[in-house]
């Protein structure tokens, strides 16, 4: 059993390390229907939220690492903060780093795993921008709760990869993700229009 609360990044210097790897990658200031991502990923398949934020998306990180030789995968939550918030309130930071040999039963644990005093504030619980990244820098994941999707991006549009991770539910941006994305609006107007941006930014 592996003691998750040594998974979460304590030091500040380790923080700073893996913020320049996030910055490298995301633009963090961005949100949906917005490109995120940063020019070199090109290909973008779409999954749900809850989904990636539970042990099921280890087969998909497994699987993208066995293919760049990663061998360490990240998990961050980038809203609520973790420097204003959750560093000043519970003194570490909501980032997980781990083996992608981790087991589904102690990722799960981890994601789970609450500061003293405070249930709540999990990240399984507490996140609503939450990215995954390899230290390879050839794939990551970007998650909104609010919009119950997270898209994962590759350098490749390589369709034997595509075919791999359909198998774990992945998407490309077709009419199965636009009804699906359709009932989270009440503004067929508003709908129309984040859907014509997300097209534009993820096809």
Same mark, same amino acid.
């Given at each position: ?5 040594a998974l979460f990044i304590h ?12 910055? &490298?990658? %995301?633009?963090?200031? &961005?949100? /949906?229907?917005?490109?995120? %991502?940063?020019?070199? %990923?090109? $290909? =973008?398949? =779409?999954?749900? %939220?809850?989904?990636?934020? @539970? ?5 998909? #990180?497994?699987?993208? @690492?066995? /293919?760049?030789?990663?061998?360490? =995968?990240?998990?961050?939550? /980038? ?5 204003? !918030? !959750? ?5 570490? !930071?909501?980032? /997980?780093?781990?083996?992608?040999? #981790? ?19 999990? +990240? =399984? ?23 119950? +999707? $997270? +898209? *994962?991006?590759?350098?490749? &549009?390589?369709?034997? #990869?595509q075919n791999l991770l359909s ?8 009419? +199965?993700? &636009?009804?699906?994305?359709? *009932? ?15 097209? @534009?930014? !993820?096809?």
């Amino acid at each position: 059993m592996v003691n998750s609360k040594a998974l979460f990044i304590h030091s500040g210097n380790e923080f700073k390390e893996y913020k320049v790897l996030i910055e &490298k990658v %995301f633009y963090t200031n &961005k949100h /949906l229907p917005h490109q995120v %991502f940063r020019e070199n %990923f090109n $290909c =973008f398949l =779409f999954q749900e %939220f809850d989904w990636a934020l @539970s042990d099921e998306i280890l087969t998909t #990180i497994k699987t993208l @690492s066995g /293919l760049t030789q990663d061998k360490e =995968f990240l998990t961050a939550v /980038l809203k609520p903060d973790p420097v204003e !918030y !959750y560093l000043k309130e519970f003194g570490y !930071y909501n980032w /997980l780093r781990t083996s992608v040999e #981790i087991s589904g039963k102690d990722y799960a644990n981890a994601l789970w795993t609450s500061p003293e005093d405070s249930m709540a504030d999990d +990240i =399984f619980t507490n996140s609503n921008n939450v990215v995954w990244l390899s230290n390879s820098l050839d794939w990551a994941i970007w998650g909104d709760r609010d919009l119950e +999707i $997270c +898209i *994962l991006a590759t350098k490749s &549009k390589n369709y034997s #990869i595509q075919n791999l991770l359909s198998e774990d539910g992945w998407k490309p941006l077709n009419s +199965i993700l &636009k009804e699906w994305l359709e *009932l989270l609006f009440s503004d067929g107007e508003k709908f129309d229009e984040f859907w014509g941006e997300l097209t @534009s930014n !993820y096809s």
